[in-house]
């Protein structure tokens, strides 16, 4: 089983940033692709960023030109620098790592989540 765990939210002031960053454990033989999710109360839960093994990066029309996705492969994790947040961004931002663990299927993994508070 793989397990991404999350970290690094918190409050932040508007103009502020945080860095958020996902580990996944588990049996991971290879990582097709990592990325960042977020669901605001009432809301859907929506695309922030992707990033894939290759290097490549997709991001919401919102939140380009602020956030920055990275990853780590080696230690299985991603980031998520988030700079010049605003009150919109406030959610709860999820993880995901897609994988397999058998070189048969290819499975997408969530973490539980990590609150970001951004305040006026």
């Known amino acids: 089983q793989v397990q991404p765990v999350e970290s690094g939210g918190g409050l932040v002031q508007a103009g502020g940033s945080l860095r958020l960053s996902c580990a996944a454990s588990?049996?991971?033989?290879?990582?097709?692709?990592m990325g960042w999710y977020r669901q605001a109360p009432g809301k859907q839960r929506e695309l922030v960023a992707t990033i894939t093994s290759a290097d490549i990066t997709n991001y919401a029309d919102s939140v380009k030109g602020r956030f920055t996705i990275s990853r780590d492969y080696a230690k299985n994790t991603v980031y998520l620098q988030m700079n010049n947040m605003n009150i919109e961004d406030t959610a709860v931002y999820y993880c995901?790592?897609?994988?397999?663990?058998?070189?048969?299927?290819?499975?997408?993994?969530w973490g539980q989540g990590t609150q970001v508070t951004v305040s006026s």
């Open positions: 995901k790592v897609t994988c397999t663990t058998d070189w048969v299927h290819r499975r997408d993994y």
């Open positions: 588990g049996s991971i033989l290879s990582i097709n692709a």
